[in-house]
């Protein structure tokens, strides 16, 4: 609910807890152990924003975001609201986009495989260091050549093309072993077998599609995880890229009078579970960064200590439903919890988290001077929508009634490596046939000539038949380099940028 320009999130007896929109861009978390009230007090904020005219990414892994496509009910909540003294309530509707990298239950959301870039690709599956360094080469060989790697095709085609060819490539780029190879191509089976065909690929996602409003509301880009979720590796890393994406394809703009977009990250400890210190160090700068970019993060978990330090140390607006102690362990992360918090004398933090009611929250945000507020227990506002989730009819008419369905629903199998690849190998094939042909003839030839003339043509012919094909293969390799354009350039987390 938005008051004065910025989010009424709830009230502290009769004091208004509000959340500066100028500040969203300074992150937040929204903590708690689970049916606390995390999905509501998200709801809640994404729904203010989206009046704003901010649009928000959310993911939805339970699908009762859904029913933000539809108005709330009066009946549902009118008990709270009067509790809470407000006579006046708005129940609307807000705009959707559903999204399903699985392509069931949204519009299909792409990436291609030299935009993921290979730590994140090397982090879907699981590989050694050692079969992260072979990853590498075969992206910086691709890179060099110009070679798009779009699907799981392409990369598939480099990486057995560098091992066919591991001699050409060892000087420059270190040694490529084969056994490493073909462990990642074996990963790479078992991504397939998950659906990665159907989320490395073209059209892939425009991200300017997020920052879209409609009747002067942010769009919430809804992307359903239901299916996802069940490979947390692969859950995280897509929501990583994703937030990568953004922080790689938008203009600097500094802090603005409201965000261009809020990123809400469910389940958020997955994405640092078990993540090399490689990829925490990225993690860790793109969200010290990105907000330079107009973009906020809210990270939702169960407790704050899930969240790295350095990163929850980035996060200004946090929110702290109920959680329960009952080990040595639990008890330690209340107490932390409530010591992240700014005190307030009049409040036992400690004593009030184990102990609050489903929808209420201690809460500090930033005031509007930037400071952040005493802590304060907060009974949360009712979201607006409907509260649950809605039937694959709502949702199918939703999607196509959306201005941008046709746009990713067709896949589209571009010219790329795997083509390319494919050709070099016949023009290779040719060549061996064609001087193999010429050395039996010039060895058939040589049979009526002295011993000593002989044996220098035949060395010489083994010299020539060796830099002709690596003359194919160089002059090959860096005519489809040039075919395809200009130079590829990688980002902060290794990422293809435009």
Not at 296 to 319: E, H, K, Y
Request: glycine share 6%; aromatic share 6%; net charge neutral.
């Amino acid at each position: 609910m938005l008051k004065d320009n910025n989010i009424l999130l709830g009230k502290a007896n009769d004091l208004e807890i509000v959340m500066q929109l100028n500040k969203m861009n300074r992150h937040g978390i929204i903590a708690g152990a689970s049916g606390t009230g995390k999905t509501i007090t998200l709801k809640v904020i994404a729904e203010s924003l989206s009046k704003a005219g901010i649009p928000t990414f959310i993911a939805d892994i339970k699908g009762d975001l859904s029913g933000m496509v539809l108005p709330g009910q009066a009946e549902k909540v009118a008990g709270r609201l009067e509790s809470m003294g407000i006579q006046e309530f708005p129940f609307e509707a807000f705009p959707v986009r559903f999204y399903d990298i699985y392509q069931e239950k949204g519009h299909p959301i792409r990436t291609t495989v030299s935009q993921m870039g290979p730590l994140l690709l090397s982090r879907i599956l699981n590989l050694s260091e050692a079969q992260t360094g072979i990853l590498n080469i075969a992206f910086k060989i691709a890179d060099d050549k110009q070679l798009e790697l779009i699907d799981i095709k392409d990369l598939k085609s480099m990486l057995q093309f560098i091992s066919d060819h591991a001699g050409e490539y060892t000087l420059e780029y270190g040694n490529i072993s084969k056994q490493s190879v073909g462990a990642i191509l074996r990963q790479l089976l078992v991504l397939q077998q998950e659906g990665g065909d159907l989320f490395f690929g073209q059209p892939d996602l425009n991200i300017n599609d997020w920052l879209a409003t409609e009747q002067q509301k942010g769009v919430m880009n809804i992307l359903h995880c239901d299916r996802l979720f069940l490979s947390p590796t692969l859950y995280s890393t897509f929501l990583l890229w994703m937030l990568g994406e953004l922080y790689e394809t938008l203009p600097e703009v500094g802090d603005l009078e409201k965000p261009k977009m809020v990123f809400f990250f469910d389940e958020a400890h997955l994405l640092f579970d078990d993540a090399p210190k490689v990829l925490m160090n990225k993690i860790e700068q793109i969200v010290k960064l990105i907000r330079s970019k107009g973009i906020g993060i809210f990270f939702i978990t169960q407790s704050p200590t899930d969240i790295p330090n350095a990163v929850l140390a980035q996060c200004s607006n946090r929110i702290q439903h109920a959680l329960r102690a009952y080990t040595p362990s639990e008890i330690k992360a209340v107490r932390l919890a409530a010591e992240s918090f700014r005190s307030n004398p009049d409040l036992d933090t400690i004593e009030t988290i184990s102990n609050m009611s489903t929808g209420t929250a201690l809460v500090s945000v930033l005031d509007a001077g930037g400071a952040p507020t005493v802590v304060q227990k907060t009974k949360i506002l009712p979201p607006s929508s409907y509260m649950g989730m809605i039937d694959d009819q709502t949702r199918n008419q939703v999607i196509k009634q959306s201005s941008l369905y046709g746009k990713y629903e067709t896949t589209v199998d571009n010219v790329s490596a795997y083509e390319k690849i494919t050709h070099l190998k016949e023009k290779i094939a040719f060549e061996k046939e064609k001087e193999e042909l010429a050395a039996q003839r010039e060895k058939e030839a040589e049979k009526v000539r002295k011993e000593k003339a002989r044996t220098s043509k035949t060395t010489s012919t083994t010299r020539r038949r060796k830099s002709a094909l690596d003359k194919t293969i160089d002059t090959t390799m860096n005519t489809i380099g040039r075919e395809t354009g200009k130079a590829i350039f990688r980002g902060i987390l290794g990422m293809f940028k435009k």
